[in-house]
């Protein structure tokens, strides 16, 4: 049982507990600080600034029994019409470093129709087993049986890490999964570490609107469960001489595929949508272009060069472009090999989704601007001057 409490006696009135409450959980009454239990979430802020120890924080977890029978990392590997999705194989790269930490198994999970035959591109990425899950019925994903069937692997299994990507799939699958399962789920991670000491898993992800880097372990329950954002993670290495391996082939029954919904028809967009995730060379503008007209000079750029057009919020917000182009903690987190930072100023936000890329040049008018505390190189100056001489210069050396 976790308790909260004010000690009447001890409270000077002082306020400060009110102001760190990140949930506006404390307000006064007579000059004494009164917790809305409703709205507490007993993160501790208030405990560690009261300068006179008034408040009172006793929290107690119990862990589940059997925890020691969780073992092994697990990724949900998603495919898409019988292709892997790439994400995949970053959690894999991920998978590969915690599973060599807790001295533990790798295993990917397939499940769709006629899927087997995937089966070695995941061992030739490092998986050391592969549950294969087939059913002309999962051709397309359904959210009740896909849970529900993963729900009965994880507590027959019982593995102990349990990763996905941070897809519309991902995002549906895994707290539908976490929820039957009753554990923890940490969504959108951008890191993932074992700690040393406890052996738990360390689940780092933007906070409070990209603005602090939480850092948050699932102690008492199991799995430890993820969903992990694209191109943050450097992909598993390929090894051609690997391509085959444990397979467990999961029975599934009438029951397991049970559904309220089913698919009747997928109907294919008429033009394809921007993915600017898997580009590698991006020209994104900012809110310092001025108008919608002027990322046609991005568009110019980009044509030369092969690239994909980017953006920041404010431009996307503004409705200069679509939101397919929006990179960032509430777009798309990017890990190409250039790129172009054009009039973004660089708010953490932004810097979440891009701050992986290999190279990023960054040009903007105000060299205080915090994108060329990131930026490998930066041009200080008029975008509407720079940007067409770099056009012309970069079409000058492709013969373009």
Known sequence: M??????????????????????????????????????????????????????ELKVERKAIPGMEDYQGVWVYAEQKDG?????????????????????????????????EKLASELFMRGADKVYIVEDDTLEHYVDEPYARILTRMVLEYKPEIVLTGATSLGRALIPRTATELGTGLTADCTGLEIDSESGHLLQTR?????????????????????????????????????????????????????????????????????????ADIIVAGGRGLKTPENFNMLHELADVLGA????????????????????????????????????????IQHLVGMSSADVIIAINKDASAPIFNVANYGLVGDLFEILPLLTKQFRKMLNK
């Open 2 to 55: 976790s308790v909260i409490k004010v000690v009447k006696d001890k409270c000077i009135g002082c306020t400060v507990c009110v102001k760190s409450c990140p949930y506006g959980a404390i307000t006064m009454d007579d000059k004494l600080a009164v917790i809305e239990l409703s709205q507490c979430t007993l993160c501790g802020a208030c405990v560690k600034v009261c300068p006179v120890e008034a408040i």
């Open 83 to 115: 292709k892997i999705q790439s994400v995949v194989y970053e959690l894999l790269g991920a998978g590969q470093r915690l599973a060599k930490a807790r001295e533990a198994e790798l295993s990917a999970v397939l499940m769709g129709k006629d899927v």
């Open 206 to 278: 933007p906070a409070f609107g990209g603005n602090i880097m939480a850092t948050i372990r699932c102690e008492n329950y199991r799995p430890q469960m993820a969903t992990v954002r694209h191109k943050v993670m450097t992909e598993a290495e390929v090894d051609e001489s690997c391509t085959t391996g444990e397979i467990v082939k999961v029975a599934i029954t009438a029951d397991d595929l049970a559904s309220r919904t089913k698919v009747l028809e997928v109907i294919q967009e008429a033009t394809q949508a921007v993915n600017i995730v898997e």
């Open 308 to 347: 994909a057009i980017g953006a920041s919020r404010a431009a996307v917000d503004a409705g200069w472009v679509d939101y397919a182009h929006q990179v960032g903690q509430t777009g798309k987190t990017i890990k190409p090999k250039v790129y172009f930072a054009v009039g973004i100023s660089g708010a």
